[in-house]
């Protein structure tokens, strides 16, 4: 009985893990027993067996410079609360510099006349119908579209009608009536009404001025004046 | 200012360890190449979990990462031998040793034999004396290391010096 329970903590007691009661057992029954003082230095021997052969190894330096530079790394990243802040700042002011909301359609349509008035002025291509006879146009437009718009003669408030054009807007056919004031050419781009109202924009000297009549809404494109195209919007809902 | 003064103590009281975090792996996974990887992403780890450490038992604490992060290889390795020889049983040890019957004492084995005995032993025998004899971690420690009570330390140590014992003087002497 003696020897099972000392054999059963003989590894405990030889690696000094025994609480003193059992450890003092243990080593009375040492005392008197040789079978288990065999065994102990049996113990013994392999464990300096083990201790012999097993050589400690050292690390790889590599190992130890590839962990040293990617802790420095990710200690470099690593934010704490202050960083954190700075960032989040930070991006909030990029966000408040640079933030432009998604082109709107009213943008889109905007972005659309703006560059056929330009081709249309660089290339000279100024329209398809010449006439300054409003019947000729309304019949060339009814014969290309199907419909027409109303275009009334503003030659006497000095708008000097040119002809009419095909543009497109928003990949539709429009009609695109044109007049002359004071050497300076102006597009009105005619759309039924969309779902937000139409709005004025300014890009580079060009100036667009938008109404809604009706149902339809008007574009006026020129490198006129602004005032001189608030005067045409006024003269074109009286003639009309 | 708190951070680089928890990037000194990480450099002294976990990179001291490498050589310990390198050795266990090395012993568990018998490849110089798996425990190099396991011993680096071990440290990755510590150095991620370093902050929340509690007391300053950091080599146990080191090692029980390290031993996870072994088991877990050894652990995608036998899945992977299951899946490739799923008929291929454990070679028992007794028809492995090149023993001599007859050569029964200690002080006459060479260290291959002994490096030889220990690999054979299974992860869970292998990690227990590796901590015992070679880092010479408490019980308490080594309890700490593998997550499991002081009694299976005492249980397991004494059950795989044993089956050393016994590998060793080919069934000489029998515990």
């Known amino acids: ?240 | 200012l708190f951070r680089k003064e928890l990037d000194e103590q990480f450099e002294q009281e976990i990179m001291r360890h490498l050589d310990a975090a390198y050795n266990l792996s090395l012993w568990l996974l018998r490849d110089p190449h798996d425990a190099e990887d396991a011993t680096q992403s071990a440290l990755y780890k510590a150095f991620r979990a370093f902050g929340r450490m509690r007391g300053n038992d950091a080599k146990p604490w080191l090692l029980a990462i390290v031993r996870n992060e072994c088991m877990d290889v050894l652990q995608a390795r036998s899945v992977r031998n299951r899946l490739e020889y799923p008929t291929e049983e454990i070679l028992d040890f007794a028809e492995t040793t090149e023993l001599d019957p007859e050569e029964s004492a200690m002080q006459t084995l060479d260290a291959q034999t002994v490096v030889a005995a220990i690999n054979q032993l299974p992860p869970e025998f292998r990690e227990v004396i590796m901590l015992r004899e070679i880092e010479e971690l408490s019980y308490r420690e080594i309890a700490h290391v593998i997550g499991k009570p002081i009694g299976t330390v005492m249980s397991r140590l004494a059950r795989a010096r044993s089956r050393l014992q016994v590998m060793l003087t080919a069934g000489g002497e029998c515990l």
């Open chain 1, 1 to 240: 009985v003696k020897c099972e329970f000392t054999r059963r903590l003989i590894d405990a007691y030889m690696d000094s893990e025994l609480d003193s009661p059992n450890a003092i057992e243990v080593e009375a029954h040492l005392a008197e027993c040789d079978k288990c003082r065999q065994i102990l230095e049996a113990r013994q021997e392999l464990s300096k067996a083990i201790k012999l052969a097993a050589g400690y190894v050292q690390a790889p330096a590599g190992l130890r410079t590839q962990i040293r530079r990617e802790t420095h790394i990710k200690r470099r990243f690593r934010f704490g609360p202050v960083t954190t802040g700075i960032a989040f700042a930070v991006g909030v002011v990029l966000v408040l510099a640079f933030w432009r909301p998604w082109p709107s359609e009213q943008d889109r349509i905007i972005g659309d006349v703006l560059s056929q008035h330009e081709t249309s002025v660089s290339t000279g291509h100024l329209v398809d119908v010449a006439s300054a006879d409003p019947k000729i146009i309304q019949a060339w437009f009814s014969n290309k579209l199907g419909y027409s718009p109303s275009v009334p003669a503003l030659n006497k408030e000095g708008f000097e009608l040119v002809g009419g054009r095909l543009g497109l807007v928003q990949g539709h056919s429009v009609p695109v009536v044109v007049y002359a004031h004071k050497q300076r050419k102006i597009d009105i781009f005619i759309t039924p009404s969309g779902e937000s109202s139409a709005t004025d924009a300014d890009r580079e000297g060009i100036h667009v001025r938008s109404w809604n009549d009706c149902g339809v809404d008007y574009r006026a494109v020129s490198n006129d004046t602004p005032s001189d195209l608030s005067n045409l919007h006024k003269e074109f809902l009286i003639h009309k």
